[in-house]
Nanobody
Framework: QVQLVESGGGLVQTGGSLRLSCVAS????????VNWYRQGPTKQRVLLAT???????NYRDSVRGRFTISRDNDKNTVYLQMNNLKPEDADVYYC?????????????????WGQGTQVTVSS
């Protein structure tokens, strides 16, 4: 099993910055690709950024150039650096990651979500 714990949300003014963190913990796991989402206006969450196990990244057009996803594999941590924040960025942000477990008979990936962290941007 594995758990994802998010932190770093809060209140900032328009144009400010925040860095979100997502820490994985558990036994004998390998964290593969990781995504950052925000809730959006519906039940279907909005994909913002992706980072692969080798560090390749991809971004939604609306955040490209402002947000940066990164990872520290030694700390089992993924970050989302958010700069030049806008009021429309205010939302609940989630990390989502794919894991494998060495030694397990099943070789497929498991999908885990963090609990979410609130970002508020004042206008």
């Amino acid at each position: 099993q594995v758990q994802l714990v998010e932190s770093g949300g809060g209140l900032v003014q328009t144009g400010g910055s925040l860095r979100l963190s997502c820490v994985a913990s558990g036994n004998s796991f390998v964290m593969n690709s990781v995504n950052w989402y925000r809730q959006g206006p519906t039940k279907q969450r909005v994909l913002l950024a992706t980072i692969t196990s080798t560090g390749n990244t991809n971004y939604r057009d609306s955040v490209r150039g402002r947000f940066t996803i990164s990872r520290d594999n030694d700390k089992n941590t993924v970050y989302l650096q958010m700069n030049n924040l806008k009021p429309e960025d205010a939302d609940v942000y989630y990390c989502n990651a794919k894991f494998t477990f060495p030694g397990e008979y099943y070789e497929g990936e498991y999908d885990y979500w963090g609990q979410g962290t609130q970002v508020t941007v004042s206008s």
